[in-house]
C-alpha cells in the first residue's frame, strides 16, 4: 500500500476532460514525477473508472471521489467500499460539496472506510460543519467553503479565520485529524499561507488540473512545502 | 466497438462480492465463453471501477451501471458520460430502481449516451413507465418490477400481461426500442418465456452473479435462446 | 368542492413571503375578487401550512405545491395526500422544476392523486419530458422551460415552438390533458399569446406574487382571456 | 409563545390516518388535556396542513415535523421556517431518520430556525450522530436508533448504554443540549426509564398516536413524570 505522509498535496480531478482517461493517467504521472523529485506526498482523486488503470500506472496514493456506505449485495449504480480498495485506492474523499451526504450517511461511510483499510477525507463547508465531522473520527477533513470552488480566491486569503478557527476547534474535538485547506488554491503562497494556518496539506482541483503547465504548477506547490 | 444484437443477455453485477474485482473479470470471462460457444449476445454490466479492467479482458459489450447527465465540468464523485466511453464500454444502465432518477434527469442521460455514442437501457417498474420512457427514445427498456427482483419469481410468470402489455404500449408508442425482461430470471425457462412474451432479451443478477456456477446457468439461458 | 375550469390562471405562491401566512390569505382573497369579477377560473397553491386558512377563507380552488406518493402510514416530514385533501385542497402540482420527481413517483404521485380525488397538475420542462408526462395520465401539464422560470421571458415568446410542439404532441398521446404554459409570464400578451399556441391556461409565480398590484395584473391577465 | 418545559413529552403525528386532519386536532386536544391535568409539558408535531388548525384550538406547543434551510424567494414544495413559525408553532423537528438531511443543511436548518425563532430538535440515529449534531448547537437532540422506530421495543431497555453514552458524550460537547429519547416508547416504565438514564424527555409517535385510548397513555407517561 501507497503510504500517505503529510504535508499532502491531493489533487481532486472532478469530471474534468483534462482529467479523463488517458488524460487522468497522464496527470497522475505528473504527480508521480514531481513527487519523486520534491519528497512530497501528493494523491489523486479522480473519476471511478480511471482508478484501476491509474493504480496500474503510478506509484502515488489514489483516492475515490466517494463512496457509498454499503455493503456487498444488491445494489446498482452504487461505489461499494470494497471495490475501490481492491481496485488500488488508499483513501476516499467522503461529503464533497459536489456529493453531500446525510449525517448518517457520513457517520457510516467513515465506519465503511475503516472496515475496508481507507482512508477517510471528510469535506466541510465551514468551522461549525469540521467540528461536528471531527466528532465521527475520520483520518482527515478538508474545509472548503462551497462559494470558492472553482474560484482563484483562496480560502486562507479570503477567510483566514476560517481556516484558524477550524484548526483550533477541531485539534480539541479531535486532535488526530490531519486538517487540509481547500478552495481556490492556485499559488505558491496559497500553499504556503494553508500551512502556516496550521492545515497539514491543501485539496486543490482546477488549480492544478485546469493549469497550462500542472507539472510547473505542482513543483511551485511542493516546493513551497520543502522550502517553508 | 463492441457489436450489441438481439436476443441479448445483460448481466447486471451490482455490487455483490462475487462480482467485484478479479471475480468480475472471471465472471465476465466466463460469459465471453459462453457467448464464443453459441453465438448469443451477452453483455455485462460491472462496477465503474472494473469496467477498465474487464474491457481489457474481454470483448463482450460492457455497460455501465448508472451516468450522470453532465458535461466535463466540475464535479466530484459524479459518472461522467465521457469516462465511461473511453473507458471502453458501449452502452449504460439508467434508472435502475436501486437507481432513480428525476424524469428530466432520466431525459438529459438519454441524450447525453446518444451524445457519447453509448446504448442507453433505461430500467423502467411498470407498464405505464414504460409507456413514458419509450416516448424519451432510448435504445433499450427493462420491464422490472421491484418487488421481484432479487428474487426467483420471474416476471414473465408472476406477471405475464406485465410484460406482454408493456411490449404491446412500447411498440406502439416507439416501435425501434428493444425491450428487456428483467427481475427474478433464474431458469432457462424463465428466458424462453421472456422472450415468446415477445422481448428481445433479458436483463438478470442474482440468477447469474449469486449462481453455484454461473458458467451452467448462463450456457442453458443462451441454448434456451439458440433453441427456440 | 370547488370547480375547475379552463381557461385556467394558476398562482404559485412559491415561499415568497408576499405569499406567506397572512399575506397568502390576502393574496388568495385578491385571486378571489377577479374571478368573481371576470368569471375566469384563478387557482393558487400556497404552502402548506396556509393550505388550510385559505380555503377556510377564499373559494377559489386550491393546490397543493407538491404531495408525497405515500400511504398514512409511517412518515415524517412528508405530504400526504389525504391530508392536502380534508384541508380543502382540490389539486396539486407534481415534479415542479423546484421539487423534482423520480419517473416512478411521478406515477405513483398521479395515482394516488386520482385516488384521493385531487386534480394532478404535472410540471415538465420541455416537449419530449412533456410527451413522457402525458403518458403517465395526469390531469394537467404545465411546460416550463426551467431557465425561464422567474424571468421576465415567456416561454411563449422567446420559445413558441416548444409550446406549439408541446400541445401536438401531447394531445396526440392524450387529448384529455390539459396543458398550461408556464415560466416568464408577466403580461397580458404573454397570456394571450399562451392561449393563441394552443394551452388552456398558464402557470404563474413572481409575475403576480411580485407584482406591484397583483389586483391590476391578475384582473390584465383574466380579461386577456375574457376579450380573446 | 406557548413555553416549552422539561421534562418534554413530544408527540409526532407522522403522516398516520388516525392524527390527520379534524383527528390530528382531536388528538391535540386529548394532549392539552392531560397537559392541564398534570402540568406536564407535551408538544405535538403535526403535519404541515394541520399546523395552523391546531395552533388555533390548543395551546400546548407545536412543532414542525421539518422545515428546509431556505429564505423566502423562489421555492416550491419546501417548507420556509417563517411560514411554520407564523402559523403559530414554537419548534421544529430536523433531520428525523425518515427525512434526513445532508450535514451542511442540518448545521444551516439549525441556524435558520434560530433566526426564525424556532426550537430545533435534532433526531439522531446513535451515539456518535448525536454527538456530532451537538457540536452545531440545537436546542434539543431526540436520539432513535432506526430500527427500534415504530417497534413496541424502547431504546431504553434493549439498548440503555445507547442513551446513557449519549447523554455522557453530548452533555461534554454542549451542557445546553436538552436530549430526548426515542424510538419504541410504549410504556410508563419506557419514559421512567429514560429520564433515568439522564435524559430530559421523550419523543414518541405510534404509542400515542395508534393507542387505544391516547388519553390513558398519555397520562400514564405524563404520571410517570410527575411521580418519578
Known amino acids: ?14 469530471t474534468y476532460s483534462e482529467a479523463t482517461g488517458k488524460k487522468a493517467v497522464k496527470l497522475a504521472q505528473t504527480a508521480e514525477k514531481v513527487s519523486l523529485e520534491t519528497e512530497v506526498c501528493i494523491g489523486v482523486a479522480p473519476q471511478f473508472v480511471d482508478i484501476a488503470p491509474i493504480c496500474h500506472a503510478v506509484s502515488v496514493p489514489v483516492f475515490a471521489q466517494h463512496i457509498d456506505p454499503i455493503a456487498p449485495v444488491s445494489f446498482t449504480g452504487h461505489i461499494l467500499p470494497e471495490s475501490i480498495r481492491e481496485a488500488g485506492a488508499v483513501g476516499t474523499l467522503i461529503n464533497h460539496s459536489e456529493r453531500q451526504l446525510t449525517l448518517a450517511d457520513i457517520d457510516a461511510t467513515i465506519k465503511r472506510a475503516r472496515e475496508t483499510d481507507l482512508l477517510s477525507v471528510v469535506c466541510a463547508n465551514n468551522t461549525s460543519i469540521s467540528a461536528a465531522a ?27 479565520e476560517v481556516v484558524s478557527g477550524t484548526v483550533e476547534i477541531v485539534k480539541r474535538i479531535n486532535p488526530d485529524v490531519v486538517i487540509l485547506c481547500g478552495a481556490g488554491i492556485t499559488t505558491r503562497e496559497d500553499v ?29 506547490f511542493a516546493e513551497s512545502i520543502t522550502k517553508a
Chains 1, 2, 3, 4 share one sequence.
Open 1 to 14: 500500500m501507497t503510504k500517505v505522509h503529510t504535508p499532502l498535496i491531493l489533487v481532486n480531478f472532478k
Open 134 to 160: 471531527a466528532v465521527l473520527k475520520p483520518n482527515m477533513i478538508a474545509v472548503e467553503p462551497p462559494e470558492l470552488i472553482g474560484t482563484r480566491i483562496p480560502v486562507s486569503k479570503a477567510k483566514p
Open 192 to 220: 504556503a499561507a494553508a500551512l502556516r494556518l496550521g492545515t497539514e496539506g491543501v485539496l486543490v482541483a482546477s488549480g492544478i488540473v485546469k493549469a497550462k503547465d500542472p507539472y510547473k504548477v505542482l513543483l511551485e
